[in-house]
């Protein structure tokens, strides 16, 4: 099956020490976005990939960076991490923009 | 500033009781809005959009521009239909998403 698959599932870190998540896509999609979410909060976008452009949101910490080496491949990486770093972490394709958003299944942060 | 706003955290109704799960919206432009579900241990899938104007398992959802709303709703809750359910608002052309918090939506027998 095509889908949106993101590894680990769950990944624990400690204050400061650098970690990566990963994302993956069969879907061929051109659109990649990761998403924050907090516990009982929103998914907050943080950036996306359209092909290899990158997209920042303007409130998205300069402690988050992400790279596309590939289509089907999307990293994010979290330089140093806080405390307040710890969420599930969502990746999503699309087709295109203003296209149906496929999302995987998250990947939840614990930072200690 | 653009923003969705879902106001019951949690929603509980009877089996075959009518669901209605509130999002009011802000948006200066022309809102393209959607409705995502989070089944339990599933990952947060497309329910519906407002442009297609379509019902999928039974909910609907209507675009209320005079009093910014997208309210979905469901004549006959069933108990599958218990899941998180998220209302979004796409932002601008690049397709982004702004997310309300979301409605637990419970259904017991």
């Known amino acids: 099956d095509a889908m949106v698959i993101q590894n680990p599932r769950y990944q624990v870190t400690q204050f400061g020490k650098p970690v990566t998540l990963s994302c993956s896509q069969t879907l061929n999609h051109n659109v990649m976005y990761w998403y924050q979410q907090k516990s009982s909060q929103a998914p907050k976008l943080l950036f996306h990939y359209y092909d290899k452009d990158f997209n920042n949101e303007a409130d998205t910490p300069d402690n988050f960076q992400s790279r596309r080496p590939n289509t089907s491949f999307c990293f994010l990486d979290i330089r140093s991490p806080g405390l307040g770093d710890a969420a599930m972490y969502l990746c999503?394709?699309?087709?295109?923009?203003?296209?149906?958003?496929?999302f995987g299944p998250g990947t939840r942060l614990t930072v200690t | 500033a653009q923003r969705v706003t879902q106001p019951e955290k949690l929603l509980s109704v009877f089996k075959g009781a009518p669901v209605e799960l509130k999002c009011n919206y802000s948006?200066?432009?022309?809102?393209?809005l959607f409705w995502y579900v989070q089944y339990s241990r599933q990952r947060l899938q497309l329910l519906l959009r407002?442009?297609s104007r379509e019902s999928i398992k039974g909910f609907t959802a209507d675009l209320n521009k005079g009093e910014t709303s997208f309210h979905l709703k469901k004549p006959f809750a069933q108990e599958e239909d218990s899941a998180m359910y998220y209302c979004a608002l796409q932002e601008g052309s690049q397709g982004n998403l702004i997310f309300g918090k979301g409605t637990k939506l419970s259904v017991k027998p």
């Open positions: 948006y200066s432009g022309s809102p393209e």
């Open positions: 999503a394709t699309s087709r295109a923009s203003g296209y149906e958003q496929y």
């Open positions: 407002h442009i």
